[in-house]
Structures are given as C-alpha cells and as structure tokens.
C-alpha cells in the first residue's frame, strides 16, 4: 500500500512540476512565437500583397474585435499615408480551410490584392490556386460591395482550372474579408490615420 | 573512471549513431544539410544533458516501477522547452527540423542514456555522460549533413542557431552535377555505412 501511494505521489509530482515549468515557458514565449510566426508564414504573403509599401506591416499590426474572434490588420503605407489594410480571412476549400489574406484599398473601397496562407488541398490540383499570378490579378480592383463570384457562377474571376471547389473557397475568404471591412470600417479608418 | 573518461567516451567508443546504434530516425531524416544536422544535434545536447542530470538527482527517489513513465515525462518536458525556444528564437531552423523535434522524446538515446547510466550514477557523471553522448551525435550529424550536402546540393550551409551568422558556401562551380541519391533516406544509410567501416578500418589500424 505504502509503495502504491509513493508512486502515486511522485509521478504526481513529478508531472506537477514539468507542467508548470512548460506553462511558465509557453507564456514567456508566446508572443515571440506569434511574432515569429506572423514573420515566416504570413509575412512573405502580407508583403506581396502590399508590395511597395515604406512600413513594416508586421510591427505595425493591431488587432480588432470582430464578434467573438480577434481579428489582425497589418496595415500598408504608401506615399506616407497609410491606404491599404491587409488581413487574414479563411474560406473552406476542398481539403479545409483555406487562410486567405485581403489587401483592402481603405481610400477606394476596393480589393487590391489576395494572397493565400494556409491550406490542405490537394498539391499539384488545389494548391496551384496558390501560386497562379493570373487567379491573383483577377482579384485586384473588385469593389467590396460587389458578391465575388468566379465565371461559372456568374461572376468575374477567372477560377484555377481544375481547382473549382478552391476557387470558390478562396472567393467565399474574400467574401467573409469584405463584409469582416465594412463591419469595422469605421474603426479600421481611426486607427489608420495613427499610423505613418 | 574519471569524469573526463565518462566524457570522450561519447566522441569515439560509444559515438552514437555509429557505435551505440540508436536514434537513427532523426540521423537518416534531418541530415540532409550541415545545418539542419548541427541545430538537431545542439537540441539534444541540451535535452540529453538536462535529462540526465534531473534523473540522476531524483535517481533515489523515483520508485523503480514508474520509472520510465518518470523519464518520458522529464524527458518530454525538456523537448518540448527546445520546441517552444526554438519557434521563438530559430523559427526557421524549426521549420526544417519540423516533426523531428517532438520526435526526441522517443529518441532511444535519451532514454537509453536515462535507464542504463543516469539512474545509476552520481549527477556530475551523468552530466559528463550526457554532455559527451550529446557532442558525439552532434559530431556525427554535422560530418554526415556534411557529406550528404556536399555531395547531393554541391554546397554546405553553416547557421549558428540564436545568431545572425549564416553563410552558404558554393564548394565545386558551375559545373557541378548534384548526387542527388546522397540527400535521399537510402542515400544517408549507405553514407552511415561508409563512415562507420572508415571508423572501423581506423579502429582496426590502432590495435595492430
């Protein structure tokens, strides 16, 4: 009986300790991580789709109340003022969600560029969505008051061939993208103007 | 033997993947380049040494039929310290180290290393035994990263991780045609297999 309790006890203890020790370190890295993470994975995307922007769009992230979830806007300044707002949306594809970076043209009100994060579709089908320059373009210069539809549906952009179903899901992202902007519109401008 | 002994014996007599045959997962998977194979070989330094001096100091306490459910726990804890550090610090490293990361906890070195030495020795010997198996497997994945990229890439790309220093070197010109088969899995088994006959053609030299 004695033996039983001492296992009991010092395993106990044993996994005690090593789960707030990781606790310790999963908070003091936390942000670090995210930082990291916005640099590696979401940064490369961010910056193509405000290419030419004078700011770093990561450091100047904030963060905004979208319903329940926290949305990040990484925010592009051109010719010293800040005019396009980029952020991540997701759309559901063939194989998951599909992370869908918007590029919002804050002055005009229009879509100036999308890019895609993560994703499960398939490679070589689904995952060219990702790389086609074309598919990309096609997105440029849409109002966000317009549906975005691709040419099967009845609207304008040009789906990756053989890629229907991410096609959709990537329009579906930038769909949720226009209506997460003209939610916060309001705050999205005030917080703009703070930023050079 | 000494404290020093416990240590060299790690870097040629025990030299783990060749000698002590274990942990070869990660040294066929992640040896592709010298980099990935010293940043790999510096996690486990870290989580071997730490392991090992834990379980020496607690050796008397832990009752012996939990043992290695106490071990994979402070050993799982280490890794996953290295994991969170190094997404802080080496998030690049990282994400060519990927899987193989979490995949130290099975490691059977750092278990091996737990059960057949830490638990019955003293911590500064533990420490020695950690320390010197830890700098042999770096060794051995830094040589074979070497060999491979080399011969596969026609390159060696040195990075030493938490710092800025990175420097990709072009070792043959242009006119290089790459190995390919030496970057591949069976590639980096015919490569262990070269390097451990070397070792043995050299054992064998020093006893005659």
């Not at chain 1, 979830?69 to 194989?95: D, I, L, R």
């Not at chain 2, 990282?94 to 750092?110: A, E």
Request: contains cysteine.
């Amino acid at each position: 009986m004695r033996e039983i309790l001492k296992m009991f006890i010092v395993l106990g203890i044993i996994c005690g300790v090593a789960g707030a020790l990781l606790a310790g370190v999963y908070t003091g890295t936390m942000d670090k991580i995210e930082y990291q993470e916005l640099k590696f994975v979401k940064g490369p995307v961010i910056m193509e789709v405000l290419q030419g922007c004078t700011n770093n769009p990561v450091d100047d992230r904030f963060k905004l109340k979208y319903g329940e979830e926290e949305v990040k806007f990484f925010p592009g300044v051109f010719n010293g003022k800040c005019t396009k707002m980029a952020f991540e949306t997701k759309g559901s594809g063939f194989g998951g969600d599909i992370g869908v970076i918007v590029a919002v043209n804050i002055s005009e009100d229009t879509i100036s560029g999308m890019g895609i994060t993560t994703h499960k579709e398939t490679p070589g089908v689904g995952s060219r969505a990702k790389d086609s320059v074309p598919f990309k373009n096609s997105f440029a210069g849409l109002s966000i008051n317009d549906d975005i539809k691709i040419k099967a549906d009845g609207g304008t952009v040009d789906a990756v061939s053989g890629a229907t179903v991410t096609s959709k899901g990537v329009c579906a992202g930038v769909n949720t993208g226009s209506t997460i902007y003209k939610e916060l519109k309001d705050q999205i401008i005030s917080k703009a103007k703070e930023i050079k | 033997m000494g404290l020093v002994r416990e240590f060299t014996k790690g870097l040629w007599d025990e030299i783990p993947p060749f000698r002590l045959v274990l942990g070869l997962c990660p040294t066929l998977a992640v040896t592709k380049t010298l980099k990935d194979g010293l940043g790999m070989g510096l996690a486990v330094i870290f989580v071997l040494l730490c392991s090992n001096v834990l379980i020496s100091i607690l050796r008397n306490i832990i009752p012996p039929k939990v043992r290695i459910a106490c071990y994979i726990v402070v050993i799982a804890t280490f890794v996953v310290i290295v994991e969170l550090v190094m997404q802080a610090f080496t998030y690049e490293l990282y994400q060519d180290l990927g899987i193989f990361i979490p995949l130290i906890v099975v490691n059977c070195i750092v278990l091996g290393r737990a059960e057949a030495f830490a638990s019955k020795n003293g911590v500064l010997a533990s420490a020695a035994d950690g320390l010197g198996i830890g700098v042999g497997f770096t060794l051995s994945l830094t040589v074979l990263g070497s060999i491979r990229e080399a011969l596969g890439c026609g390159t060696l790309s040195l990075k030493i991780p938490f710092t800025d220093i990175s420097h990709v070197y072009n070792l043959f010109g242009p006119s290089f045609k790459p190995f390919a088969f030496m970057v591949s899995a069976p590639g980096a088994f015919i490569c262990l297999g070269m390097l451990l006959c070397l070792m043995n053609i050299i054992g064998n030299l020093k006893k005659s």
